[in-house]
T-cell receptor
Framework: DAMVIQNPRYQVTQFGKPVTLSCSQTLNHNVMYWYQQKSSQAPKLLFHYYDKDFNNEADTPDNFQSRRPNTSFCFLDIRSPGLGDAAMYLC?????????????FGPGTRLTVL | EDQVTQSPEALRLQEGESSSLNCSYTVSGLRGLFWYRQDPGKGPEFLFTLYSAGEEKEKERLKATLTKKESFLHITAPKPEDSATYLCAVFGNQGGKLIFGQGTELSVKP
């Protein structure tokens, strides 16, 4: 089945220690998104790639970076995690050719910062 | 500014007790309204897309409807396995991104 895969599902890091979260997709969608979701809150868009074009949200901290080496993979790098970065990180994909931005989400990575 | 408000924040139902969840929105040029289901510790699962006022879509015990100002997610004879948080989101002509509501946490007791 076509799907969005995130690894790892759970990640524990130490305050200030860089961490990388990964996302892969078999949907062949040209748009990939990274969201941050804290407990009982709506997902918050961090950035997205339209093909190789990177689009950063204005309020996304510089501490968060992303890479998309090819269509299938996208990475979220947190350079110096703080306690406030503990959250669920969601990857999503969509096909802009559909015109209506239906987004399909992965299972998420739960990040804990000690 | 595009905005989505969901109500109630939490809803407790008995098994078989039908009800509705509300999603009120303001958006510049609606291009799509989306409903998602999210189980604890998991990513949102896509349910429906509605494009224009008057449109309705159904899936098992769920039915989504759309007007020019709001959408309803009707749950008929719910079962405990329907317990989850239901998220509503809109995509408009401006902003270029999904705007999510805060969600409604549904609990269905046997």
């Amino acid at each position: 089945d076509a799907m969005v895969i995130q690894n790892p599902r759970y990640q524990v890091t130490q305050f200030g220690k860089p961490v990388t979260l990964s996302c892969s997709q078999t949907l062949n969608h040209n748009v990939m998104y990274w969201y941050q979701q804290k407990s009982s809150q709506a997902p918050k868009l961090l950035f997205h790639y339209y093909d190789k074009d990177f689009n950063n949200e204005a309020d996304t901290p510089d501490n968060f970076q992303s890479r998309r080496p090819n269509t299938s993979f996208c990475f979220l790098d947190i350079r110096s995690p703080g306690l406030g970065d503990a959250a669920m990180y969601l990857c999503a994909t969509s096909s802009r050719t559909s015109g209506y931005n239906e987004q399909f989400f992965g299972p998420g990575t739960r990040l804990t910062v000690l | 500014e595009d905005q989505v408000t969901q109500s109630p924040e939490a809803l407790r139902l008995q098994e078989g007790e039908s009800s509705s969840l509300n999603c009120s929105y303001t958006v510049s040029g609606l291009r799509g309204l989306f409903w998602y289901r999210q189980d604890p510790g998991k990513g949102p699962e896509f349910l429906f897309t509605l494009y224009s006022a008057g449109e309705e879509k159904e899936k098992e015990r769920l039915k989504a409807t759309l007007t020019k100002k709001e959408s309803f997610l009707h749950i008929t004879a719910p079962k405990p396995e329907d317990s989850a948080t239901y998220l509503c989101a809109v995509f408009g002509n401006q902003g270029g991104k999904l705007i999510f509501g805060q969600g409604t946490e549904l609990s269905v007791k046997p």
